[in-house]
């Protein structure tokens, strides 16, 4: 099983593909992992069949919170985690990227802020948005400074719109326009490789 359709998306480090059958295992239990998915998500209610079916399905429905491409190093084909975004927004021509470096032992080296690039490239590049966002716990500090280094801009806070670990938590609001994410001067030059 491999997921059609979706465009192989090359870095230099890394590059994101479409999820395979034998990456599920390792997919499902980071996305069951409240370490990973606490800071920006509830957490899954899946099961390894209907997390299966989820990520099959998720090139054909927009508001799929599966994971969209899994995150794979070049060098060594080493599998590090997945990325997605969530469904475009009903009217404004916007929509969320989300990330997991679901291999905590290959964190901090670079790969979370170049997946993110790839995703980012690749949402301006297919579709007509104007804007991509991401939301993150105040607290998560790894997450924003990805976002930040992209050149994204901290936009507001929600507040309390998020609830892990017994209280709720503050949400900041980032985002990049098209014409800032063109301008912005980038280590990253992906390019799209159309799927087979
Ligand atoms: C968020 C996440 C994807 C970051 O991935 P990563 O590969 O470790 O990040 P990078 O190595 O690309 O680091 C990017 C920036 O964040 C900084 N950073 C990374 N981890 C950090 C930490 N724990 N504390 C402070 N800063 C950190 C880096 O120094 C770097 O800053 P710089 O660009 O100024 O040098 C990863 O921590 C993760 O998967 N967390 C759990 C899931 C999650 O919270 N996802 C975000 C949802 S909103």
């Given at each position: ?93 916007t929509?969320d ?35 991509v966002g991401a ?40 985002g ?21």
């Amino acid at each position: 099983m491999t997921v059609s359709g979706l465009p192989l998306l090359q870095g230099y480090a890394l590059r994101l593909r479409a999820p395979a059958r034998a990456d599920l295992p390792k997919l499902f239990d980071w996305y069951n992992d409240p370490e990973n998915v606490a800071p920006f998500d509830r957490f899954s209610l899946d099961t390894a069949e209907s997390f299966e079916a989820a990520v099959l399905a998720a090139p054909d429905d927009p508001r799929s919170l599966a994971p969209r491409f899994v995150v794979e190093r070049v060098q060594d084909g080493l599998v590090l985690g997945f990325v997605g975004h969530y469904q475009p927004h009903p009217v404004l021509e916007t929509t969320d990227v989300w990330y997991v470096l679901g291999d905590r032992s290959q964190r901090g080296k670079g790969y979370g802020k170049e997946a993110v690039g790839l995703l980012v490239d690749y949402l301006f590049h297919e579709a007509t948005l104007a804007r991509v966002g991401a939301t993150c716990d105040v607290e998560n500090v790894a997450s924003y400074r990805v976002l930040e280094g992209l050149r994204f801009r901290r936009e507001g806070t929600l507040r309390s719109a998020l609830f892990h670990h017994a209280r709720w938590h503050d949400v900041l609001v980032y985002g990049v326009t098209r014409p800032e994410w063109a301008e912005a001067p980038r280590s990253l030059n992906p390019t799209l490789v159309p799927a087979p």
